[in-house]
């Protein structure tokens, strides 16, 4: 069983549209939880973190971490097609060492 | 632009080769990272250095050899390469031991440079 699961996608929406991105994960021991956005032939960007369990919201940008289920989300409201992108989900426990989900595409179409 | 620049952006090379990607960052960073990417597969940690100090290293193949002079310059030499290394290979570096935007805790964000995007023939 991999440590984390993402389902890869590819995801296509309409402008608009909300976006919903999980992951799910194993270690009971991961307390920093982040999502990171990388645009075709860039590295990844820090995009949203979340310390511990509980809800963030940055702008259209909404966080979600569930430890009791071990299960994180990222929702993207009105989404633009400049949020086309592969999306990132990375936990730590160390707050060193980050474990990467596969990436989820997600194409928003104008 | 991430402050992190790797080259080159692209490269072929034969199974026989020898050659290295280079990746710089301009942050002031003291930790470095590299990366192995490939397709629908979650990032690879493979080499971790702390203040030049090689910290980890993930069970990479000896084909593979990083070499960190300074805080600022990391280097992963590659030689005898397989087809399956094919891959982009990303560059990191994060500023170990304090916050990182002013969020409680200690994770330190990792800044990544484009990648390197290696095809071994």
């Not at chain 2, 310059?73 to 094919?86: G, I």
Request: glycine share 8%; hydrophobic share 30%; net charge neutral.
């Amino acid at each position: 069983q991999k440590e984390v699961e993402q389902d890869p996608g590819p995801l296509s929406v309409p402008e608009g549209a909300i976006v919903s991105l999980n992951c799910t994960y194993s270690n009971s021991a991961f307390q920093y939880f982040m999502w990171y956005r990388q645009y075709s032939r860039k590295g990844p960007e820090l995009l949203m973190y979340t310390y511990s369990s509980g809800n963030k919201e940055d702008g259209r940008f909404t966080a979600q971490v569930d430890k009791s289920s071990k299960y994180i989300s990222l929702f993207i409201r009105d989404s633009q097609p400049s949020d086309s992108a592969t999306y990132l989900c990375a936990m730590t426990g160390s707050a060193r060492q980050l474990t990467f989900g596969s990436g989820t595409q997600l194409t928003v179409l104008p | 632009e991430t402050g992190v620049t790797q080259t080159p952006r692209h490269l072929v090379m034969g199974m026989t080769n020898k050659k290295s990607l280079k990746c710089e960052q301009h942050l002031g960073h003291n930790a470095m990272y590299w990366y192995k990417q490939s397709a629908k597969k979650p990032l690879e940690l493979m080499f971790v250095y702390n203040f030049k100090e090689q910290t980890e290293n993930n069970s990479v193949p000896s084909r593979f050899s990083p070499e960190c002079p300074n805080s600022s310059h990391l280097f992963l030499h590659l030689h005898t390469l397989q087809p399956e290394d094919s891959a982009l290979y990303l560059c990191a570096s994060s500023q170990v031991g304090g916050a990182s935007r002013g969020i409680t805790g200690s994770y330190n964000e990792q800044f990544f440079g484009p990648g390197t995007r290696l095809t071994v023939l």
